[in-house]
């Protein structure tokens, strides 16, 4: 008897899950995973902290959402991801606009500390919630977070030129051996040398135009976006001849 009634439930909460699965990954929600991203920067942010993985600080007002969402994994075991998913955005729909230690998975010294989270009923509504809660699901997930550090720790192995090229586009446009849009850094090189570095620097920080035949495009500025000691390595590598190693 009870065993065909747990059976009859899981049916139905497959069915339900799957139905709202197949339109738009949210139950039925008109958000997309990247509103998940916005609206949980939006909305959550100024207490947990989203990075992955977590910064955390002596004085944070809560648990990053990192350590939430592995927390709540954990305990919300389910036969398939896809139940767990479902039951995990349940969890935050409810939880987020009624709060309770009842209801907490937090450990009691935690939520001591913390102080329980304040309603955010009036602030968000349950489909934003519902999109918020599958991209926290999706996005702090253990798997990809070992892909990020692995990644930050290939980046912290390179030279500091080459950390620039790796995480910024100047590739995109100047492309070794063809210079179709923009000239190549060993073109670059041959012009200036090593005494044009600070206009090479200068070009890099403010952006240059016209200096070059043929290109009609301009460079943008990119010192806003990168510190003073990243122009100084790349620059001084495209000075030195602007050729990566193994050409
Ligand atoms: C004003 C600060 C604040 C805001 C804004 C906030 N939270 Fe929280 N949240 C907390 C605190 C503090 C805790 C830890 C205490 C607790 O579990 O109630 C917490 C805990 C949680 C938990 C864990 C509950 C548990 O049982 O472990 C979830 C899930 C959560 N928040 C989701 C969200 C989401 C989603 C948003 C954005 C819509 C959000 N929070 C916005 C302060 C906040
Ligand atoms: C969207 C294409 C594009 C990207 C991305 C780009 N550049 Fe350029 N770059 C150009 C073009 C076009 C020129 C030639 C502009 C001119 O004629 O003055 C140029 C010129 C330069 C020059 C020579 C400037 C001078 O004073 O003669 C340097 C140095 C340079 N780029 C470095 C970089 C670095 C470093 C990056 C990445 C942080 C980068 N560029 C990203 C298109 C690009």
Same mark, same amino acid.
């Given at each position: 008897m009870r065993m065909g009634f747990r059976f009859a439930t899981a049916l139905l909460f497959a069915a339900v899950v799957l139905s709202g699965c197949g339109k738009s990954g949210d139950r039925g929600s008109s958000y997309t995973e990247a509103d998940g991203e916005r609206l949980a920067n939006k909305k959550c942010a100024t207490c947990h902290d989203l990075h992955m993985p977590a910064k955390t600080s002596e004085n944070e007002v809560a648990p990053p959402m990192f350590a939430v969402a592995v927390h709540l994994k954990d305990w919300m075991k389910s036969d398939s991801p896809a139940m767990q998913r479902a039951k995990f955005i349940d969890f935050v729909q409810d939880y987020v606009i009624n709060p309770s230690p009842q209801k907490s998975y937090c450990d009691p010294a935690s939520l001591k500390s913390y102080g329980l989270m304040p309603s955010q009923k009036g602030k968000v509504n349950r489909e934003e919630l519902a999109a918020i809660a599958g991209w926290v699901y999706d996005h702090f997930d253990q798997k990809a977070m070992l892909e990020i550090i692995r990644r930050e720790n290939y980046l912290k192995s390179l030279p500091p030129y080459k950390r620039v090229l790796e995480t910024k586009d100047c590739k995109v446009c100047h492309i070794s051996g063809a210079d179709r849009v923009a000239p190549s850094f060993e073109k670059i090189a041959q012009r200036? !040398?090593?005494? !044009?570095l600070e206009n090479i620097k200068r070009s890099i920080r403010e952006g240059s135009r016209g200096r070059w035949k043929g290109y009609s495009a301009p460079m943008r500025a990119y010192g806003k976006d990168m510190s003073e000691a990243q122009i100084e390595a790349i620059a001084k590598w495209i000075a030195a001849g602007g050729r990566e190693k193994g050409r």
């Open positions: 200036y !040398g090593i005494e !044009g």
